[in-house]
């Protein structure tokens, strides 16, 4: 059937009943990820298929990892930057509906992850089956990177499955289990993964016909008056959760399914259109990178370290009893020490709760559990491969706890501290091992924060600090390295901003006003709401470490909301009153006016410790300083970090900004140097090679 014809990336097999069996296996890669090639040959085969007519055709892939991860970024950002991205999903799109149109039965046959470009090609066939285990993921997560489906996604699945389940799909990016998706009706069936393909024929042989309900409900939520009437409600839900100026994506994807009509062809034109000028915003361009320097954070370990098996904690606080449960929930085996029991168990129960809600079976959880032990008397320090310290921040007690640990260790194994603010040159004087001795910096709340700040010192091992990367990577969080100076990177470029929004709330500024004003600048949260659920008291003990370093003085009040018990979220009280987790946030005086040089205040504070990080080379580049920033405060995606920031609107705008704003307010504003750095002149939307 294929004589004459050569594939790189594609093994076909007709078998003695004419059935065809299509397996992507993309050369020199690890996965598959759907390039131009890919495509290019993939339509060569429906071509010939189209001619041939077999029996039935089934897809699938030879990866491990599974089906593919989606279409190439690499390739996409060369098509942004030589202004050809129309053209290609124009291909994509073609191949893809000549795929759908093919005259025989068509089968994807799904294991592992399967994302979108990939989630568009089973779509493009008749039925879809998929191995049922944890590893199977289908989705369709293009939002993330600014865009949206561009190959058929958003022209396909809705009339699947039906709209009001197509587009959260769609528009939050979240994949779906096997068994979701055989729920809504993306899948037709799941097996056993080493019977997929077997049940994949039999599937070719005996279609499922989709039951009435499913049908009806596809085709009527579709309808031109459906769309009318979906598509607004649909709008309002999105605008409460993101700002179209920030993320246009959602609303483009949203628009572009109401516009839709019953012809495919018509729905795929208005698909290829908005990607293509999506894919030009600097929302796209920035959110690309975001996923390339999220890459880079993934690979800075290198692979998993086989040596670090048994990781020792010491302080069951909130961050060390999540640190401990996160290590024991990702496979490493735990022992928590405190000072008595009554300190560890409700890091016990957080951990069980937190085992629930992620591993849901009964054996996984009691798996888990088992992995971490409360360790009172410490006995787990002589077995551990790593032990880290997450006890109160005072240089004094940790050195003391250090004297303690390092006597007990056998040969190479790690001390690490999960220090916030304090130097690294502080706390390893006493040690007699203090190129084994690092900075493990957690964020909290540890199951959520992606971010780990590796922190080194002068006299660190470059060995032990790619075995911690390593270890990073182990447990599923992304690390960046930075220098051990106070603050470190994250809390460094944090506590102005923090420190300049209670400061303005000390002047009578509404913290209503600081909250919507930052989150308008898109922050993922205000900053007096952050300070209540970071909490006062720690808002008050980095900063009294940090301020002097950063020239800065803590604002008055702190310490008496602290001593009346007002620590924020988790006493119920602090700059807001808290109810069930919330915040009850006052009313503003409708007439209230506020001063248009807020977001500079607040912002700038920021993005000038940011220039004056990359000066003293907290971290290696500005790429990573970005990365960290974003990862570990969750600054403005879209603006793609404060260097980036800085690119946008012009390094001499903003520095002639914070020069006026120090006239007015202090020399706190004063520009820091570094803002002649070349680094910060770079084009404002430069996407990676």
């Known amino acids: 059937m294929f004589e004459g014809l050569r594939f790189n990336h594609w093994k076909t ?4 009943s004419g059935i065809v069996t299509l397996t992507l296996d993309r050369a020199n890669s690890s996965v598959n990820a759907i390039s131009r090639e890919v495509l290019d040959e993939l339509g060569q085969i429906v071509e010939r298929l189209a001619i041939e007519r077999p029996a039935g055709v089934i897809i699938h892939s030879a990866k491990a990892s599974g089906f593919a991860v989606g279409a190439d970024i690499k390739e996409f950002v060369g098509y942004a930057k030589h202004g050809t991205v129309l053209e290609n999903i124009q ?3 073609r191949v893809y509906e000549s795929l759908a149109r093919l005259p025989c039965p068509t089968v994807a046959a799904v294991h592992g992850a ?22 199977t993921r289908i989705g369709l997560p293009e939002v993330m990177l600014g865009i949206h489906p561009g190959w058929g996604g958003s022209a396909r699945l809705p009339r699947l499955i039906g709209a009001p389940d197509a587009l959260p799909v769609m528009l939050t990016g979240k994949p779906l289990s096997a068994k979701r998706a055989l729920t809504l009706g993306v899948v037709d069936r799941t097996a056993r993964l080493d019977e997929l393909l077997t049940e994949a024929k039999h599937l070719l042989r005996r279609p499922i016909t989709r039951p009435f309900v499913r049908r009806t409900k596809a085709w009527a939520t579709n309808t031109w ?48 259109l908005s990607v293509s000028k999506l894919a030009q915003t600097p929302t796209a361009q920035n959110l690309i990178r975001i996923f390339f320097l999220q890459e880079r954070l993934k690979g800075a370990g290198g692979g998993i370290d086989p040596a670090i098996k048994h990781v020792h904690v010491v302080g069951a606080g909130v961050m060390g009893g999540d640190i401990a449960a996160w290590a024991a929930l990702k496979g490493f085996d735990v022992t928590l020490q405190d000072r008595e029991m009554k300190y560890v168990q409700p890091a016990l129960d957080r951990a069980r709760k937190l085992y629930e809600k992620k591993l849901k079976t009964p054996e996984k959880i009691e ?45 190479d194994e790690i001390l690490a501290t999960n220090t916030s603010s304090i130097p690294l040159d ?16 957690f964020f909290n709340p540890v199951a959520q924060m992606p971010l780990v700040e590796v922190v080194r010192h002068e006299r660190l091992d470059p060995a032990i600090e790619k075995r911690a990367l390593a270890f990073c990577k182990a447990i599923g969080k992304l690390p960046v390295a930075v220098k051990g100076t106070p603050g470190f990177l994250v809390n460094r470029i944090l506590m102005p901003y923090l420190l300049e929004a209670m400061r303005l709330y000390n002047e009578g500024v509404p913290g209503p006003v600081l909250d919507k004003v930052a989150t308008k600048f898109g922050m993922p949260m205000g900053p007096i709401e952050l300070a209540d659920t970071v909490g006062l008291d720690v808002c008050a003990s980095v900063g009294k470490e940090l301020a002097p370093f950063l020239g800065l003085e803590l604002p008055p009040g702190l310490e008496d909301k602290m001593e009346a018990g007002k620590r924020g979220k988790k006493d119920g009280q602090g700059l807001y009153v808290w109810h069930e987790g919330k915040p ?7 007439d209230y006016a506020a001063s248009p040089d807020l977001q500079d205040r607040m912002v700038l504070s920021m993005v000038n410790e940011a220039v004056a990080c990359l000066a003293n080379g907290v971290v290696d580049d500005a790429d990573l300083l970005d990365a960290g920033v974003i990862f570990g405060t969750g600054f403005a995606p879209f603006r793609g970090g404060p260097i980036q920031y800085i690119r946008s609107e012009g390094a001499a705008k903003l520095k002639a900004r914070l020069e006026t704003l120090a006239a007015q307010y202090g020399e706190r504003f004063t520009p820091k140097p ?13 996407l990676p090679d």
């Open 91 to 93: 291909n994509g799109q």
């Open 367 to 411: 798996a888990a559990t088992r992995r971490l032990r409360a360790d009172v008397e410490g006995k787990g320090v002589a077995d551990a491969d790593l032990a880290i310290e997450a006890i109160y921040e005072n240089a004094e007690a940790k050195e003391a706890l250090y004297a303690t640990i390092e006597p007990q260790f056998q040969a």
């Open 13 to 16: 097999n007709l078998d003695d």
């Open 674 to 686: 570094g803002w002649d750095n070349p680094v910060l002149a770079q084009s404002g939307f430069e």
């Open 114 to 135: 399967c994302m979108g470009g990939g989630t568009e090609l089973i779509l493009a066939c008749r039925q879809r089956i998929a191995a049922d285990d944890e590893k």
């Open 426 to 441: 502080e706390l390893r004087g006493k040690l007699a091992a203090p190129q084994r001795f690092l900075g493990l910096h």
């Open 584 to 590: 009850q946030k006052p009313e503003v005086d409708p």
């Open 225 to 272: 008056l459906a769309r009318q009437i979906l598509a607004p409600m649909v709008l309002k839900q999105t605008a409460a959760k993101v700002r179209k100026e920030h993320y246009p994506a959602p609303f483009a994807l949203i628009d572009v399914w109401k516009r839709g009509g019953g012809d495919i062809r018509q729905r795929l034109k208005l698909e290829a």
